[in-house]
């Protein structure tokens, strides 16, 4: 079985949901009882071929960070890194921490919390075979380019996806290609890997799998948990959730 390190990017700074202290930030806001960014950690760490988590953090959060999930962390295998000035800098930051034993590294936004199992392991298969691969959506909607408020091209749509994560390359690739970036300020991991020349197959994803960056979004995502996909014959054990089972029991609660 390859193994798999996962950067969880959560350094921003929720400027467009307002967030200012760290309590006012997307990734820790409560969503149906539990912090948006255990949500999304939790997918991770109840994998058996997840052997490393690393969760990147804005130097200023760090220590309240610590103070406010004390309870959380000492019950979870997760590495806390600095991040960066931006996105791409965190990752990089964490990606000098994964170990070398860790055949793949998958980098995922902390405010995707709505991040299902069989999503995780189809865009994880594709890695292990290509070497990269992401999660994308297909756009439905007429695209329309944009000046000054006027519009001034209908896009053709039929060969554009929106992209997603987790994104998923083999260790060393994503370290080269990390390595041959310069000043590039990429949006995504696979912006650069693409640069490298290297080809990443796109896995059809879900629209249910949203980055929330509004609280719009928060009050989106808390109404989509009913219709999340679950695993079967499974009930949820959580220390810290007053929600009904869902989807299954993590593997940290029984490590020690």
């Known amino acids: 079985m390859p ?32 912090a948006v960014w255990l949500r999304t950690a939790e997918a991770f760490l109840n994998r058996d071929d997840v052997k490393q988590t690393l969760l990147v953090l804005n130097p200023e959060d760090i220590e309240w960070f610590k103070d406010k999930y004390r309870a959380n962390l000492a019950f979870m295998d997760l590495e806390l890194v600095e991040g960066g000035a931006e996105r791409v800098d965190s990752v990089q930051n964490a990606l000098a921490r994964v170990r070398a034993d860790i055949d793949f590294v998958a980098v995922h936004d902390a405010a995707r919390p709505l991040i299902a199992k069989e ?46 994560t987790p994104q998923v390359f083999r260790r060393q690739l994503l370290l080269d290609a990390y390595a041959a970036r310069g000043k590039r300020q990429p949006t995504d991991d696979a912006e650069l890997v693409e640069q490298f020349g290297h080809k990443v197959v796109t896995i059809e994803g879900s ?9 719009e979004d928060l ?35 029984f490590d020690s």
């Open 3 to 34: 193994s798999f390190a996962v950067i969880i990017a959560a350094a921003g700074k929720s400027r467009r949901f307002g967030g200012g202290q760290p309590r006012d930030k997307k990734v820790f806001q409560e969503l149906r009882g539990r």
């Open 119 to 164: 999503w995780i392991t189809n865009v994880f298969d594709a890695a292990a075979r290509s070497g990269a691969a992401l999660l994308a959506t297909r756009i439905s909607s007429t695209v329309k380019r944009v000046e000054n408020g006027i519009v001034r091209e209908t896009v053709p749509r039929e060969q554009l996806w929106a992209a997603q």
């Open 207 to 215: 629209a249910l799998n949203l980055k929330i960056t509004s609280r």
């Open 219 to 253: 009050r989106i995502a808390e109404a989509l948990l009913d219709v999340m996909p679950r695993e079967k014959n499974l009930a949820a054990l959580h220390p810290y959730s007053s929600e009904k089972p869902s989807v299954g029991k993590p593997k940290w609660l």
